[in-house]
């Protein structure tokens, strides 16, 4: 069983950047597929980046490749989500993932959820 703690939430101005972290208990951490949803009001939760076991392979949304960076430490079992360039519509509850399916870009395809962390841009 997987447990997950997200930290890192804050309320920045657009144009900034954030660091989530995501701290991980569990026996199956260095096999999991990490990943990192969000969900804004009102829509439905939504992939953000993914990244597999060994860390090397990431596949991100359309809407952050370039801005966001995702990476994991298999020996402090975290995994983080760099973002950049951050604007409004980044703004929402991001929930570190975990489970065992590539690619996991589906809500679907996730066994364990954290419990969320709020990030919100002001424009």
């Known amino acids: 069983q997987e447990h997950l703690v997200e930290s890192g939430g804050a309320l920045v101005q657009a144009g900034g950047s954030l660091r989530l972290s995501c701290a991980a208990s569990?026996?199956?951490?260095?096999?999991?597929?990490m990943g990192w949803f969000r969900q804004a009001p009102g829509k439905e939760r939504e992939f953000v980046g993914g990244i597999m076991g060994s860390g090397g392979m990431t596949d991100y949304a359309d809407s952050v490749k370039g801005r966001f960076t995702i990476s994991r430490d298999n020996v402090k079992n975290a995994v983080y989500l760099q973002m950049n360039s951050l604007q409004a519509e980044d703004t929402a509850v991001y929930y570190c993932?975990?489970?065992?399916?590539?690619?996991?870009?589906?809500?679907?395809?996730?066994?364990?959820w954290g419990q969320g962390t709020q990030v919100t841009v002001s424009s």
């Open positions: 993932a975990a489970g065992f399916r590539w690619p996991m870009t589906e809500a679907q395809f996730v066994n364990y």
């Open positions: 569990g026996r199956f951490f260095s096999r999991a597929v």
